[in-house]
């Protein structure tokens, strides 16, 4: 009968832990996991249970929690494809139409031009400063000034 309140624990910390995010919740959801493993194997030894869930808590949170919140930690707040281009580098692919130029910003490929008018020959490196419309307004880094 335990092991249905080690199920219950660690499914109640793992539903609390889509509300929270930090992966706390989940890492003793985890150690709960292995309290009702054990429970299978040894349905009276209560202590090895809760020894175990401990134990498997520790090691998730000092462990596992650091690299989950790295990992986490790599992802951008921005809005994907807008706002997390002005700002960044990229480099001229090639030529368009007229002074357009293809550049790859992010490890993404956009439509662009420059700001000054200057021609931007491809393996340029430049500087997105704005959008206007869906083209992305860029300077090349020689000429961008350097705070």
């Given at each position: 009968m335990a092991w249905v309140i080690?199920?219950?624990?660690?499914?109640?910390?793992?539903?609390?832990?889509?509300?929270?995010?930090t992966f706390t919740l989940l890492m003793?959801?985890?150690?709960?996991?292995?309290?009702?493993?054990?429970s299978l194997i040894a349905p009276n030894a209560y202590w090895l249970q809760t020894l175990t869930a401990v134990v498997?808590?520790?090691?998730?949170?000092?462990?596992?929690?650091?690299?989950l919140r790295h990992h986490a930690s790599l992802r951008s707040d921005c809005v994907p494809n807008l706002e997390c281009?002005?700002?960044?580098?990229?480099?001229?692919?090639?030529?368009?139409?007229?002074?357009?130029?293809?550049?790859?910003?992010?490890?993404k490929e956009w439509n662009a031009s420059s700001v000054d008018g200057a021609q931007l020959l491809p393996g340029t490196q430049v500087f997105a400063t704005a959008f206007d419309g869906t083209v992305v307004l860029v300077m090349p880094v020689a000429s961008k000034v350097r705070q």
């Open positions: 080690w199920i219950v624990i660690a499914v109640a910390f793992a539903i609390a832990e889509l509300s929270v995010g003793i959801a985890g150690g709960c996991s292995g309290g009702f493993l054990v498997l808590c520790g090691l998730l949170l000092g462990l596992l929690r650091p690299a281009i002005v700002g960044s580098y990229g480099v001229v692919l090639k030529n368009a139409k007229g002074d357009a130029v293809h550049v790859k910003i992010n490890g």
